[in-house]
């Protein structure tokens, strides 16, 4: 089961410009996490997100969290060809203990 | 230093061949994950553990086993490999009994059945 979702499959930008990637989850959740993975490497955590959280900073990233409308969405500011990575929400579910349930994640492309 | 780290990190194997793949985490962590990565999918979870012993069931367990022999250790087994199982497979582990449970993933492990 998917319980979370990113909103596109890609997006390209130009350094300097800001993205902002789209996340909707299924569940109730308690907290969301949202991940970037760059070539050849595993995923890493960038913010998570508490459900009683509205916002939340990471020097040039901003998340926020929407429980009513179950969804979240990461923005990037000021990006860098650096930047350029897959990007993944993901939240827990409690199914016999904590699962880790990724959404399918979003190509973000930054060219100079 | 925190670590997980997945051995091998490459496989070639053939239809109906049995694979172990093998992830040691150094971090004390009390949970460890198998997840495989596929274009489209994501990175599906497809065993997880919260102790040694202990096993639980993910999203896409169907021909995978998986065993948690100590706190630093878990197995990833394929007993009859099929072509569909060709991925890129992730370990990760975390500790839910911290505030901030980030995990922290192995650099990957990716098999082909052919």
């Known amino acids: 089961s998917q319980l979370a979702e990113e909103n596109l499959w890609a997006l390209s930008v130009h350094e300097g410009e800001s993205v902002t990637v789209n996340c909707s989850y299924k569940t109730s959740i308690t907290a969301l996490q949202w991940y970037r993975q760059k070539s050849g490497e595993g995923p890493a955590q960038l913010i998570l997100i508490r459900s009683n959280e509205r916002e939340k900073r990471n020097g040039r990233l901003r998340a926020t969290l929407d429980t009513s409308s179950q969804s979240s969405s990461l923005s990037i500011t000021a990006t860098r060809c650096e930047d350029t990575a897959v990007y993944f929400c993901a939240t827990v579910t409690y199914q016999g203990g904590r699962a880790l349930i990724f959404g399918t994640g979003t190509t973000v492309s930054v060219s100079p | 230093e925190a670590a997980v780290t997945q051995s091998p990190r490459n496989k070639v194997t053939v239809t109906g061949g049995n694979v172990t793949l093998s992830c040691r985490q150094t971090n004390s962590h009390n949970y460890m994950y198998w997840y495989r990565q596929d274009t489209g999918h994501g990175l599906r979870l497809i065993h997880y553990?919260?102790?040694?012993?202990?096993?639980q069931i993910g999203d896409v367990p169907d021909g995978y086993k998986a065993t948690r022999t100590t706190q630093e250790d878990f197995f990833l087994l394929l007993e009859l490999a099929s072509p569909s199982q060709t991925s890129l497979y992730f370990c990760?582990?975390?500790?839910?009994?911290?505030?901030?449970?980030?995990?922290?993933f192995g650099e990957g492990t990716r098999l082909s059945v052919l």
């Open positions: 553990s919260y102790g040694a012993g202990n096993l």
């Open positions: 990760a582990s975390s500790d839910s009994r911290t505030d901030n449970q980030a995990p922290l």
